[in-house]
């Protein structure tokens, strides 16, 4: 079967750096990609890793180890407006069907 | 309108009810995707139609029925449901289904509630 795993709440304070690990087991990987998802809103794409190593957009970073089975996302200078849910997700065939894990909270403090 | 919209945002009915979900994309897409959200669960894929074809039936019970007229239109209707049905009901779409990755993006849902 198809499974990922990541932490259901991560908390941390303004300006801090954190990071969201997912590990995943699933019969085929094609990629892990990251949504975010404030409360009572739609989830937005932050970002996709197809190859192992480390993607920057912005503050956001997103790292795949296929050899592992894991990825993480990592949040730098953290914002009050960063406090949401994170979901990864895997695609796992050649279609872009994703497999989403259960997400993280993020709640973010002053 | 811009994006993924959907409609209505919240529904209420009973378990002998009808009721039809509906999810519009001006973005120009050719797949689109339902998605079921519960609390403390992670998001399920239930359906998916690439060029208005069903690729994609995930197990979803036969009252759960899609419909999909054209690439910019997705419906789910919905009949004798149950109270563990009740759930976020999210739709999304994306530039293909195959090929290269296509990000999805997603509307707003509909908070649904069965009694």
């Known amino acids: 079967g198809q499974s990922l795993e990541q932490p259901s709440e991560v908390t941390a304070v303004e300006g801090a750096i954190v990071q969201i690990n997912c590990t995943y087991q699933t019969s085929g990987f094609y990629g892990l990609s990251w949504y975010q998802q404030h409360d009572g809103g739609a989830p937005t794409f932050l970002s996709y890793?197809?190859?192992?190593g480390l993607e920057e957009t912005g503050r956001f970073s997103s790292f795949l180890s296929r050899s592992d089975s894991y990825g993480y996302l990592l949040l730098q200078e953290l914002q009050m407006k960063d406090s949401a849910s994170y979901f990864c997700?895997?695609?796992?065939?050649?279609?872009?069907?994703?497999?989403f894990g259960k997400g993280t909270m993020l709640l973010v403090s002053p | 309108e811009t994006g993924v919209t959907q409609t209505p945002r919240h529904l209420v009915m009973g378990m002998t009810n009808k009721k039809s979900l509906k999810c519009e994309q001006h973005l120009g897409h050719n797949a689109m995707y339902w998605y079921k959200q519960s609390a403390k669960k992670p998001l399920e894929l239930m359906f998916v139609y690439n060029f208005k074809e069903q690729t994609e039936n995930n197990s979803v019970p036969s009252r759960f029925s899609p419909e999909c007229p054209n690439s910019s239109h997705l419906f789910l209707h919905l009949h004798t449901l149950q109270p563990e049905d009740s759930a976020l009901y999210l739709c999304?779409?994306?530039?293909?289904?195959?090929?290269?990755?296509?990000?999805?993006?997603f509307g707003p849902g509909t908070r649904l509630t069965v009694l």
């Open positions: 999304a779409s994306s530039q293909g289904a195959g090929g290269d990755y296509n990000e999805q993006f």
């Open positions: 997700a895997v695609r796992d065939s050649g279609y872009s069907t994703l497999t």
């Open positions: 890793n197809a190859l192992d």
